[in-house]
Structure formats: C-alpha cells, structure tokens
C-alpha cells in the first residue's frame, strides 16, 4: 500500500490527536494548531484526490488490518476525496473570516475549547465522508451533534443557549431514528459495513419476505438525516442555531456539517441499499414532495426577515430543498446536480455568514438592515463579499449559483413528466423569491444612511480580507469553470455505486 492512501485514516486520527492537544494550551496556541492542522489535511487530502483521479479506482483502507465482519474500513474515491478537499478548504476560510469575532465572543477561558470543538467537528466531518461502515457513521455523527452544539452554545447568552437546546432535542431525535433503523438493518442483514449490506438488501428483496422491515429501515434512515440537515418541515432548529452562535460556527454548520449529513445519505442510497430500492420504495418521490415545499417556504420566511442573519439561516432551507430536489429526481443527472450544489451552496453560505458579520461589525453590531443602511460602503471587502453571495445565491451568470441552478434544469428536464414540471416551475418561482429578499439585502446595505455608526479608521482585520477575497474567486471559479469539477463528480460517483 502506497504511503498516500493512509493519508484519510491519517487526517481523521490527526484531527482527533488536535482536539486532545488543544484542550491544554492557550486560546492562540490552539488557534495556531487548529489552522495549521486544517492547511495541512486539505494538502493531504488534495494528494488523495490527485491519487484517485490518477489510478480512476477506488479502493478500501482497513483499520488494523481485520476483514470484514470484525473490522472496519474506509473507502476513498473521487468523490469523497473532492468532498474532503473542499470541507478542509471552506472550514478553513470560515475560521480566517471570523477569526476576531471568536475571540470577541467567546470567554478568554474557552477560546482554546472553541478549537478542540473545531478540531472534533472536522474529524467527524471526514470519517462521514470517508468511511464505509455504518455503525462508525453513526458515531461520528453523535461526534459531530456534540461539537455543533458547542460550537453554538459556547458565546454563553440566552439566545445561543436556547439554540443549542432546540439544535441538541431535534439532533437527538434524529439520531435515535438513525440508530433505531441501524439496529434493524444489522438484524436483517447480519452486517455493519456498506457494500456488505447491499450483498444482503440483494440477497433477501427477491422473495419480498422483509419488505416491510427493509422500508422502514429506509424510512427511518430518511427522516433521521432529513432532521439532521434541516429539510423541510423539520427546520424549526435552524433559524436560531445559524442566527445566534458565532459568524465562523453560522459558516460552518450552514455550509459542512448538514452537506456531510446529505452526503451520507447520498452513501445509502448507492452503497448501502442501492438506488433503484429507493426509487422502487418511492422514496425519492417523498423527498422530491418535501424538498420543493422547503423551496418555497424557506423563501418567504426569509422575506419576512428584517435580521441579516437569521434571513441567511432562512435561505438555507431552501437550498436545501434544491439539494433534496436533485436527489429527488432519482437521476444520474439530478444526482449530480444536487452534489455540485452542495459545492456552491457552501461556498456561497459560509461567506455570507463571514460577510455579514463584517457589516455588523461596521454597524454597532446590529443585524438589523436599518441599521445596516451604508454599510457595505463602511466595510468595502464585506460588502463586496456579500453582494457575490446573494448574487450566486439568486443565480447570476458567472456565479456558482446559477451554474447549479442550469443543472438542476437539465436533469428536470430529462426527468419524469410530472417532476419535470414541477421541478421547471417552482425553479422558476423560487429564484423569483431569492431576488427580492436577496436584492432588498444588497440594496440595503448600499442606501446612504446612519453615518453615526462610521468608526474612523477602521479596517477590517486581514484574516478577514483575506478570506472574503478567497472566498469570491472560489465563487467565480466554481460558476464559470464547472465543467472538470462535474467530470470530477461523474467519475466519483461510478466509483460510489
């Protein structure tokens, strides 16, 4: 075995050594490691990706060398390694866009804990992505529930503790329908690893004797992440967790920790039942029927919203409709579609959570656009930043956002009749909705207006300037240069199924 193809298992154990590291050093120490770590993983892991394009094979990494059914393993493709590669890269700009407001938010006391949280949400981020067992999912998606809810509740008022609550009560429910549907899974096919149990869900569909089971065992596995990533209607968590906890945490729940949830799922339906069961038991009919509900009602709660933030938090449910719409389709193409847009909505996310908390800054930390009146000429590289975002966001041409949307009507169109005009038609309706609150948000922050709130002198910190700026070529890159990374996404997902 290559040196390289260690580098996922390295990067998982190294996250994992961090979190224990930086429990015990100071706040700017922990800093220090946790950047350093998260630059490292993403050249690690780029390596990767550079390796499995190369060989254009997948191939499993077992953890102490025991086989199947006492062992357990990972297994890395194109897929999972672009997937890698682009977390590592937007958890990284998210903690350089927000880098002041941490230490502003967050008791000097707990900053060095704020990383060790960091630290963990990447390790369970990259084992979601990475592995190929279920039951070592399910525990790093409890890994992972723990370090968001500490990541929210750690500003330590009223409105993030509250958040972090209803984050923890609906996590929690999801979690038990995922283990509860893990649990029976086990028992009908005597397996925890994913290709083992698609052997078995083969072996036993043909005499239909555990239909029953086996669609409840997909039903609860759907909901379970569908509460997890916030889809439509189990959104009510979201609003408060994005709005309440710190700019760099908002970027990173928003734009990682519910795409790593949808990526496991997108990991079910190929490799562990298999997609045409999916699309036999209608399953992608029902998220079809939520998802393009969530499009819609994201919107126009978002339209009701006069707090900058939690009107972000609010286009996120629809975004997530458009990622469960793709999926939804039950095609190659909206497949693909809905994996590009976890790439766009991520990248487009966190760097209007980063730039908001710039105009806020600029505002007497106000969120409320009428005090937000001028601030994008106040904090110039945050308003740039968020003007690009709610540009992609609306669908643009030249931004990501709309190079996802083209995709998302291409694989309509070639879709059933029925979800073609569906899909077609509340596209259209839901980027009308994106612009007006989108549009009034730009608008906004461009009126004249409140020069009292004009700090002389200011500039924004370099971190931040920094990431805004590597946050709009990102924008840029991935709205006008789609074409290799959707080569990229068709040959990881021959190597997923």
Known sequence: MHLIQNFPFISIILCLASGVVSSVLSGKNAKRLCISLVSLLGILNSMVLFYV????????????????PWGNELRIGV???????????????????????????VEEEKTNLYFVMIDLMLSSLLAIIYTNDLFTAYVFVEINTIAACALIMIRNNGHSLVA?????????LGSGLILMALSMLYDLSGHLLMSNIKEAVAQILPGSQYEIPLTVVIALLCVGLAIKSALFPFHSWLPDAYGFSTPSSSAILSSLVSKAYIFLLIKIFYRVIGMDVMIDHKITNALFFFAVIGMLMGSLSAIKEHDIRRLIAFSSVAQIGYIYMGIGLGTKAGMMAALFHILSHAASKSMLFIAASGLSEVSGNSKDFTDLKGSGYRNKIAGIGFTVGALSMVGIPLFAGFTSKVYFAEAAVNASTSKMAIGMVILAISTILNAVYFIRAVISIYTPRNEHFIVPGY???????VAMVFFIVLNFVLGIFSNPIMDAIEVGLKMFA
């Open 53 to 68: 394009w190369k060989t254009k094979e997948s191939y499993t990494f077992m953890m102490g060398h025991f086989p199947a």
């Open 79 to 105: 897929l999972e390694s672009l997937m890698a590669v682009f977390f590592c890269a937007i958890m990284l700009l998210s903690l350089c866009g927000g880098m002041k407001r941490i230490f502003k938010d």
């Open 164 to 172: 972090a609550a209803k984050y923890m009560i609906m996590s929690l």
């Open 459 to 465: 500039k924004p910190a370099v971190t931040f300037s």
